[in-house]
């Protein structure tokens, strides 16, 4: 069993950054794709990020929105610069069982708990 664990959420105003974290229990880790997805109220949960075999970006986040991982600490970050108020949203880590990435929701076998990202003046 993997639990994964987000921090780093919080209010801030547009133009501003925040950094998330995600932090997995486990020993294989490094084997594992890792995505980050939102959902804001009555949305669907979509794809910000994903890293594996290949780094992906949503075209809405390319350019302001970076994806890393330390697997030394079993950790995944999304650095977020240059926020804009439709980012607000819950944020979620999942981990996908091989280390293919895929922007499926419903492919990714573990979840965290979420955290809100509110951008606002």
């Known amino acids: 069993q993997v639990q994964l664990v987000e921090s780093g959420g919080g209010l801030v105003q547009p133009g501003g950054s925040l950094r998330l974290s995600c932090a997995a229990s486990g020993r294989t880790f490094s084997q594992y794709a890792m995505g980050w997805f939102r959902q804001a109220p009555g949305k669907a949960r979509d794809i910000v990020a994903a890293?594996?075999?290949?780094?992906y970006y949503a075209d809405s986040v390319k350019g302001r929105f970076t994806i890393s991982r330390d697997n030394a600490k079993n950790t995944v970050y999304l650095q977020m610069n240059s926020l804009k108020p439709e980012d607000t949203a819950v944020y979620y880590c999942?981990?996908?069982?091989?280390?293919?990435?895929?922007?499926?929701?419903?492919?990714?076998?573990?979840w965290g708990q979420g955290t809100q990202v509110t951008v606002s003046s």
């Open positions: 890293v594996g075999t290949i780094t």
């Open positions: 999942a981990l996908h069982r091989t280390y293919y990435i895929t922007i499926r929701a419903m492919d990714y076998n573990y």
